[in-house]
């Protein structure tokens, strides 16, 4: 349909603008644009979902059979693909391919695909609640709901040289009812000087590949206990560990029987060959710029973040569509808890 003369000038105006400007215009339409047959279909979630075998959610049975289908009818008047009913022979529960995934118990199954749209594009919980006309609970709700699916995913598989670095934030209450400390103003800082108990320790792992894998440690300077903790099922025995002059990573290093290679930053050695800490800091650096669209993350909530940014970083130049679809597939891939306010544990 050719365009309208209103649709002209509107157009001639958004030409007018800076190219950055015109880019977010052109993200913001095709999000808000995307059409159902974007969405993975109920085939493909449930092949992914169940390619183990179909086990019951709720007792983990496998004496499982059908028990019909459904289809289910939005508020909208479009209806969503048939989807299996399953009952299991042990506990007597049924279940159908969304259950204990994100996308179960929603109001507003119709409005998904827009929403993980801007989960794709790292877009705010109220910018995210204007696009879709929902509450900023609702997608508060639907955030966590994914982000703690993504979360419970096995880590990347770390392989070669991986280079390992803690950066630090503050420690942040958002939303908390009560607090342990006096609170802080919009960009404050800590009481005391250099890193200390107030600052939360993230540790990054990242090889030459560019898999990554994120914790949060604690608070403070981490120990050995504490990396083997975080990054004890990452790494195998064949790794070379590339470090600073941290005595935990040594120890760490000892323990695991890792080949190890530290720099001493200090002593003006930031590089040895091919040895040097390039793709994990610019990691940190990524990570804190993603962190600030946010205006601060609660520390309850990192875990879900990392899990977030690290799909986000890896995403690279995947399309939209690319990104909506792995999204979904892998959101499915661990059952989550229904219930919201059990998605912190």
């Known amino acids: 349909m050719p365009l309208s003369l209103a649709g ?89 391919d969304y259950t204990a995934s994100p996308f179960a118990g929603t109001h507003h199954p119709d409005k998904w695909l827009g929403f993980i749209a801007c989960v794709c594009r790292a877009t705010s919980v109220r910018a995210a609640a204007a696009d879709l006309a929902i509450s900023i609970p609702t997608a508060f709700y639907w955030r966590h709901k994914l982000l703690a699916a993504l979360s419970k995913l096995g880590d990347q598989p770390l392989e070669g040289i991986v280079e390992v670095d803690e950066t630090y934030v503050l420690e942040s209450c958002k939303g908390s009812r009560t607090l342990t400390r006096p609170g802080r103003h919009h960009g404050g800082t800590a009481t005391r000087r250099g890193i200390s108990r107030e600052q939360v320790c993230i540790l990054v792992a990242r090889d030459r590949s560019k898999h990554t894998v994120a914790r949060v440690v604690g608070f403070g300077k981490p120990g050995w206990q504490d990396l083997d903790l975080a990054l004890g099922t990452a790494f195998g025995s064949k790794q070379t560990l590339c470090t600073d002059a941290h005595p935990a990573y040594a120890k760490f290093a000892h323990a695991r029987g890792l080949h190890h290679e530290m720099l001493n930053a200090s002593k003006n050695e930031i590089r040895r060959g091919v040895y040097h800490l390039n793709h994990v800091n610019a990691c940190h650096s990524r990570l804190k710029k993603w962190l600030r669209a946010f205006n601060g993350v609660s520390t309850k909530y990192m875990h879900h973040y990392l899990s977030w940014f690290i799909r986000y970083d890896g995403a690279g130049q995947q399309s939209l569509d690319a990104r909506i679809s792995a999204c979904v597939l892998e959101s499915m891939s661990a059952p989550v808890p229904v219930r919201t306010w059990r998605l912190t544990a």
């Open 8 to 96: 002209m000038q509107a157009l001639k105006r958004v030409l007018a603008l800076p190219e950055s400007q015109q880019l977010e215009i052109f993200r913001t339409l095709a999000y808000r644009t995307h059409s159902p047959e974007s969405m993975p279909t109920v085939a493909e979630v449930r092949d992914q979902r169940f390619r183990a075998g179909v086990a019951c959610p709720h007792c983990k049975s496998t004496r499982i059979h059908r028990h019909g289908k459904y289809r289910y009818e939005n508020k909208g008047g479009a209806s969503l693909p048939d989807r299996w009913r399953y009952r299991c022979l042990d506990c007597r529960k049924t279940f159908n």
